[in-house]
């Protein structure tokens, strides 16, 4: 049995253990992808702490996939052997009332999603449906565009869900992998942003991709003041990437009347407000999770044209996963941490 390396999750409050696991064979309609990067998503630490538990145990973690297409299974031209491809993590019934119209994020009855309940990417291979590897034009570096397989994908489907119209206000509360990438597609939408975030050098970058202000959460005593101060009657649109009480709290608190609130982020705290902070403003909220498959190729479509990028702070090798999710744990990182597999 020919065996690769691989990070798998066996339960909560259990490190990864990297393992030597079979090589997996591609069936009808499958390819198999040699994975060249697979970016790190805070999702990781929600598998660790237990916050995210699908009920699956022994899996391979990881859903930013990027690599070459190494071999087909029946009913996949051989052509597409040598694509170098962007794994959409998905694997919908095809079949439920959302699938049927593209939601495999929602879909009822999903057969996989890789890195959350079925194998993913921290690995030398995986296995998938040639219709989830959308291909990436040669000039795109695939370390960089692994990341966007999440953090850039998410983004683009909340921004997506908030339909933001030109001249809105966006407050993009967090700054990190998925806040930079909102940042940049809300920009493109036409709107005026604002970046909340901790950390001047992230907050240098949120600045350099074209916000037009910033608020370092650390320093500033008043979000929601300093938010109202810079756009007269609060944000039309908020995305809230943190999930901590506070922040969440003060995400609900900055809209302007008939507002709209878009969850992403979450950690142990739940969403507590007065109902009177909604009523009163006629504020929406919701949630958005994942993407749908034409999001990944929105989103390979836009870093090709160089209107997107990816923000990646630390490349490190497949058997380094561990120094990568304590950077992720810390905080510290810029934007995202990506393996690299050799
Ligand atoms: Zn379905
Ligand atoms: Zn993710």
Redesign the pocket.
């Known amino acids: 049995m020919k065996t690769m390396r691989a990070v798998r999750y066996l339960g909560p409050k259990q490190d990864f253990k990297l393992q030597a696991v079979a090589i997996p064979e591609p069936g009808a309609g499958a390819v198999r992808v040699k994975i060249a990067a697979c970016g790190m ?3 990781e630490l929600h598998l660790l702490d237990g916050l995210l538990d699908m009920g699956r145990r022994d899996f391979t973690v990881g ?2 996939i990027a690599g070459v297409i190494e071999a087909v299974g029946d009913g996949v031209p051989a052509e597409r052997i040598g694509e170098r491809v962007i794994v959409y993590f998905m694997e919908g019934c095809l079949e439920c009332q959302y699938c049927r119209a593209g939601d495999e994020q929602l879909c009822t009855a999903p057969i996989g999603q890789a890195g959350f309940f079925s194998d993913g990417g921290y690995a030398d291979y995986i296995v998938t449906r040639a219709r989830n590897c959308v291909v990436v034009p040669a000039h795109v570096k695939l370390h960089e565009i692994a990341t966007m397989g ?2 850039g994908t ?1 983004a683009v489907h909340a921004g997506k869900m908030a339909g933001i119209q030109p001249g809105e206000w966006v407050v993009v509360n967090g700054i990190g992998g998925v806040g930079f990438a909102l940042v940049q597609y809300a920009l493109l939408a036409g709107a005026k942003v604002i970046g909340v975030g901790i950390g001047a050098a992230r907050l240098a970058l949120a600045t350099e991709l074209g916000v037009h202000g910033v608020i370092d959460a650390a320093e500033t005593q008043d979000v929601v003041g300093a938010v109202t101060a810079m756009t007269g009657r609060g944000a039309d649109v908020v995305f809230e990437l943190v999930g901590a009480e506070a922040t969440m709290q003060n995400a609900t608190k900055m809209l302007r009347p008939r507002g709209r609130l878009v969850l992403i982020g979450y950690e142990a705290a739940s969403y507590n407000n007065h109902p009177l902070e909604l009523i009163l403003r006629e504020a929406k909220v919701m949630g958005s999770v994942g993407c749908t498959l034409q999001d990944l190729h929105d989103i390979v479509a836009l870093v090709a044209d160089g209107k997107m990028r990816a923000v990646v702070d630390l490349a490190l090798p497949l058997d380094d996963f561990a120094t990568g999710l304590a950077a992720l744990a810390a905080k510290t990182l810029l934007g995202r941490a990506v393996l690299v597999m050799a």
């Open positions: 998503c805070h999702t859903h930013e999440c953090a998410t």
